[in-house]
């Protein structure tokens, strides 16, 4: 092996995906890794390792970068995830069926990585409400896919918002309306959701802070309302991610049926 082709050898934690097999003994796998992002390998003869393949399990992964296809050297499987209860298992399949869909660059890499660290940290306490786990990350990938906006005022007339306001969201254009001006703005096509402000500026929170964090005092407040910020949210996705993917709404229904 020459000094050049050992420079390209990376070592890193990654978290699994997807995968398929590929011919009689090999996968290809899919890996958000913490540098890298989401990048597609192939691990010849894995079949005959016999190491644990599953999504969400984290490994460490020593592999040959290259351009469409990075080749893996050398794989341990580094951490498994516990599913204790079916909700918890719905959770974490959209999650990662939704990181299958983004293209993850080298850029969010760390933000993402952050966010499924932060995310499996909470499936591991009990006492966290699993809803508000769906809604951080689900308000992450907006945020990250430049669909969310830091909101205080109405597009039209500049008025600023307070948290009791009434406000109406335009999910396809993604601006924020006063009532006075939602009468004016006319546009049939769009679809336009009524919701509380302290909604929009709860989840703007969510982004940048720990679940723990929540106060109390407010917590009641937004477990009586997370089925209409779930509700809000999946109607976001339906427009901009996810319109076409029947697939995905189905596993989403059922996650919502469960109870936690
Ligand atoms: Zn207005």
């Known amino acids: 092996m020459t000094q050049g082709s050992l420079s390209k050898i990376k070592k890193q934690e990654g978290y699994l995906i997807s995968f398929y097999p590929w011919k009689e003994s090999s996968y290809i796998l899919k890996f958000l ?16 390792k016999h190491i644990p393949i599953s999504i969400g399990f984290k490994y460490d992964i020593v592999f040959y970068k290259k351009e469409n296809l990075s080749i893996i050297k050398e794989i341990v499987l580094n951490e498994s995830i516990t599913i204790n209860t079916k909700k918890d298992f719905y959770l974490v399949h959209i999650i990662f069926k939704l990181i299958s869909k983004l293209h993850i660059s080298e850029e969010y890499s760390n933000f993402f990585w952050t966010l499924i660290e932060e995310i499996f940290s909470l499936l591991k306490n009990s006492k966290i409400d699993k809803d508000l786990i769906f809604i951080k990350f689900l308000i992450s990938v907006l945020k990250i896919e430049g669909l ?7 597009f039209k007339c500049h008025k600023k918002f307070s948290k009791g306001d009434d406000v109406f ?6 601006r ?6 939602i009468d004016t703005y006319n546009n049939k096509q769009n679809k336009i959701f009524p919701i509380k402000f302290w909604i929009i500026s709860f989840s703007n929170w969510l982004i940048y802070n720990n679940i723990d964090l929540i106060p109390d005092s407010k917590k009641e407040n937004i477990l009586k309302n997370k089925n209409e910020i779930m509700n809000f949210l999946i109607e976001y996705y339906k427009i901009h991610l996810l319109y076409k993917d029947e697939e995905i709404f189905k596993i989403i229904d059922k996650y919502l049926q469960v109870s936690s």
């Open 33 to 48: 890794l913490k540098d890298f992002g989401v990048l597609d390998f192939i691990l010849f003869r894995g079949k005959r």
């Open 148 to 154: 969310w906006k830091e909101y205080t005022k109405c």
């Open 169 to 174: 969201f335009d999910l396809q254009n993604v």
């Open 176 to 181: 924020i309306y006063c009532s006075e001006c």
